[in-house]
């Protein structure tokens, strides 16, 4: 069992930065690759980034390519997202996840969920 808990979330105007966290605890967190997803409101979730367990791999959505950066601390067990240069459009509810068998885009493959945490891009 892993459990996950993001923070960092806030409002924030267009063309500003936030920092995500997603501290891990239980089993070891470096052997799971991790990513972010994001809900907005009456919209599916969607992959937004993920990171292999080495955090020698990642991959970015093209809706937030050049602007978010995703990594992780194994030592701290905690998975990051920079978000530069946000858009009213990246309003949703945050999502860190984790895969016990690798790392990549579909939801499905992740086994464990943190509860989420707001980022609203005001205009």
């Known amino acids: 069992q892993v459990q996950l808990v993001e923070s960092g979330g806030g409002l924030v105007q267009a063309g500003g930065s936030l920092r995500l966290s997603c501290a891990g605890s239980?089993?070891?967190?470096?052997?799971?690759?991790l990513g972010w997803f994001r809900q907005a409101p009456g919209k599916e979730r969607e992959f937004v980034a993920a990171i292999s367990w080495s955090g020698a791999n990642t991959g970015y959505a093209d809706s937030v390519k050049g602007r978010f950066t995703i990594s992780r601390d194994n030592a701290k067990n905690t998975v990051y997202l920079q978000m530069n240069s946000l858009k009213p459009e990246d309003t949703a509810v945050y999502y860190c996840?984790?895969?016990?068998?690798?790392?990549?885009?579909?939801?499905?493959?992740?086994?464990?969920w943190g509860q989420g945490t707001q980022v609203t891009v005001s205009s």
């Open positions: 996840a984790a895969d016990s068998t690798g790392w990549g885009t579909p939801s499905s493959w992740y086994d464990y």
């Open positions: 239980g089993r070891t967190f470096s052997n799971y690759g």
